[in-house]
């Protein structure tokens, strides 16, 4: 597989060196991709650059992923101005074994294949740096002018209102730089590949390999930021960022991230964050496009990123979850799913707390629904609608007015899910 040929088509370059794919198609090439540790999971916004490095590695290539120890402490230019917490040196191990675990399901770091994944941290080189080594060894070598003359830096200096640039910030291209020059010595990486805002960092790696390895050459290359058609920001939703981790961001809200992205975005989406074929993608966007309201594209986007990511079952409790909120579930299915999945299904509907040695008594359906609840505002009304075949329990008709509701009805020991109509959901939480 030709990697640049692949990512082309993907729409997955925005820059690239002169030479990159020279060298790339000359021999097995090792490159590598930062990513900041100061959360023990991997969000959505970090999967562009994996998938390069998956790519990468399927092509023939080694891969190295860089845990920033050292330089998720200081603020990047290119990113957002916040100060960035100090974390201890157990808190990076513990976030770097996590981020490990999630990127193992995209890149092989266990064969014994030549180009098989690395992990590195550059706290390991860089707690041993003084000021005046760095300075003295790394900082004679790039000119003020030049690191002046980044977008990243003349964007933040001009800006409008802006509270400047720290000498921290101003000097972080350097720090990246020097990442680059360690790996390109250590491990002959000859490429960095990142998000276009990284260029201007990335570049100046490729200058210090040339100045300080005797005319030694090293590539750059990035991937188009993410967007989304309305120009939102893509991975973000009010709740925050979709994370990888099923503790962060159940598997169900995942799905359901990916389910819901308008038609523009999935054709968009399915090509980045997917492996299949460029045929088998052309293939769904015909299908899509003779019947969008089957929305073809989303629905496999959905299946190929959740399954990817949090396994086959997983994504088979999302889909039949999902079928709940339509009326084509079951008690049984209801039954079937966990704790975490319900309530990710049921956030934000009305719920209503009751003692559960009531509900081991035995409780009065409409005494439940219109006393000990305000599902109903009276038991007259609650009787009506459940005559007129209104009201169900556990996606079942409730078919008696004299119905009791003891413990057997109780979904996952501990939850009753009342329907009035067709879209009224009510969760009875029984403690």
């Known amino acids: 597989m030709n990697f640049v040929e692949e990512l082309k088509w993907r729409g997955m370059i925005h820059d690239m060196m002169p030479g990159t794919e020279e060298q790339l198609q000359k021999e097995m090439t090792t490159a590598y991709v930062g990513i900041d540790p100061t959360a023990d999971s991997l969000h959505i916004g970090h999967l562009v650059s994996v998938m390069m490095l998956k790519h990468l590695q399927v092509s023939g290539h080694r891969p190295i992923v860089l845990v920033g120890g050292a330089t998720g402490m200081i603020g990047d230019p290119s990113g957002k101005s916040d100060e960035r917490n100090l974390l201890d040196e157990a808190t990076l191990r513990h976030n770097q074994d996590c981020l490990k675990a999630q990127l193992s399901r995209f890149l092989d770091f266990e064969s014994d294949e030549k180009n098989q994944a690395l992990m590195v941290n550059n706290y390991d080189w860089m707690k041993d740096f003084s000021f005046l080594g760095f300075i003295r060894d790394i900082g004679k070598h790039i ?16 800006g409008d209102g802006n509270a400047g640039l720290s000498f921290t910030e101003f000097t972080y291209q350097l720090v990246q730089g020097t990442d680059f020059l360690h790996l390109y010595k250590e491990f002959d990486c000859k490429l960095q590949m990142g998000g276009s805002d990284q260029w201007g960092n990335i570049t100046t790696g490729t200058e210090l390999i040339k100045k300080m390895s005797e005319g030694g050459k090293a590539f750059a290359m990035t991937c188009p930021l993410i967007t989304k058609a309305d120009g939102g920001k893509f991975g973000k939703t009010e709740s925050g960022n979709i994370w990888l981790d099923p503790k962060r961001t159940s598997p169900y809200k995942f799905f359901q991230f990916w389910l819901n992205t308008s038609d523009a975005d999935a054709e968009k989406y399915i090509k980045i964050f997917t492996l299949l074929s460029q045929e088998e993608v052309a293939n769904l966007a015909k299908e899509h496009a003779e019947a969008p ?42 039954k079937g799913i966990d704790e975490d999945t319900f309530l990710s299904v049921f ?25 000990q609840t305000q599902i109903f505002p009276s038991k007259g009304e609650a009787r009506k609608t459940v005559k ?9 008709k409730v078919t008696s007015a004299e119905t009791v509701i003891n413990a057997d009805y109780l979904l996952n020991d501990k939850y009753l899910l009342f329907q009035k109509g067709k879209k009224n959901f009510f969760v009875v939480i029984a403690e």
């Open 143 to 158: 000119t003020v002018n030049y690191m002046m003359a980044k977008d990243s830096v003349k964007k933040r200096i001009s």
């Open 388 to 396: 007129g075949g209104g009201v169900s329990l556990n996606k079942e």
């Open 293 to 334: 309201h089957a929305r073809a594209l989303q629905k496999r986007l959905a299946e190929e990123v959740t399954v990817m990511i949090h396994g086959r079952e997983a994504y088979d409790a999302s889909v039949e979850a999902s079928q709940i909120l339509f009326g084509k579930s079951t008690m049984e299915a209801l």
């Open 347 to 371: 956030e934000g509907v009305p719920t209503f707390n009751i003692s559960k040695s009531d509900i081991e008594t035995g409780i009065d359906v409409l005494e439940l629904m219109a006393v």
